[in-house]
């Protein structure tokens, strides 16, 4: 199975700041990679796709990059609205692999 | 917009078995790939296992492999998840998934269900 290694576990920023997350993957992947918000007691929802595309609907706040191994998702100005965990996910091959997510919390 | 809705959690003994089900809306399963997904407490996301609406194929994860079965019923427009042996560390939030992406060799998830919850504990 590809191993993801999403980075960092937690982060706390404050309103209007840029935040980035970042995943690595432990093999090559191309752009095969999603990133997904979930809030608590609500279900995944996708907000980037094939590493840089962004889902209808999502703010344009939300961007995604990379290539390969390495990929980032980047808040440009963090609203409070965005307070969630945060994951992304391979799908280059089986098994589908998601990071260990990213808590964001407003300070 | 297809719509996901699950069923079926509940409440299991350790070793004991429980059948999830997932009824698919606004759209025919047989175009549809549908997955699980499960998020245990306190845990990140877990894929689970994967059902091709369109030629049947199924796909599991290692630690569900031999004791999960994907199933579908097109006619009702439903996929199963019939979970056998169940263990503690199966306790989970199962998500059902419909697959929006493709790598043509696996997918990523573009809809969600609003989960079921199974508990496994004596």
């Known amino acids: 199975d590809i191993q993801m290694t999403q980075s960092p576990s937690t982060l706390s920023a404050s309103v209007g700041d840029r935040v980035t997350i970042t995943c690595r993957t432990s093999q090559s992947i191309s752009k095969w990679l999603a990133w997904y918000q979930q809030k608590p007691g609500k279900a995944p929802k996708v907000l980037i796709y094939?590493?840089?595309t962004l889902e209808s609907a999502v703010p344009s706040r939300f961007s995604g990059s990379g290539s390969g191994t390495e990929f980032t998702l980047t808040i440009s100005s963090l609203q409070p609205d965005d307070s969630a965990t945060y994951y992304c996910q391979q799908y280059n091959a089986y098994n589908p692999t998601f990071g260990g997510g990213t808590k964001v919390e407003i300070k | 917009e297809v719509h996901l809705v699950e069923s079926g959690g509940g409440l299991v003994q350790p070793g004991g078995s429980l059948r999830l089900s997932c009824a698919v809306s606004r759209s025919s399963l047989s175009t549809l790939i549908i997955g699980w997904v499960r998020r245990a407490p306190g845990k990140g996301l877990e894929w689970v296992s994967t059902i091709s609406g369109i030629d049947g194929a199924t796909y599991y994860a290692d630690s569900v492999e031999g004791r999960f079965t994907i199933s579908r019923d097109n006619s009702r427009n439903t996929v199963y998840l019939q979970m056998n042996s169940l263990t503690a560390e199966d306790t989970a939030i199962y998500y059902c998934?419909?697959?929006?992406?493709?790598?043509?060799?696996?997918?990523?998830?573009?809809?969600w269900g609003q989960g079921t919850m199974v508990t496994v504990s004596s």
């Open positions: 998934t419909k697959e929006g992406y493709t790598s043509a060799r696996c997918g990523a998830f573009d809809i």
């Open positions: 094939e590493s840089s």
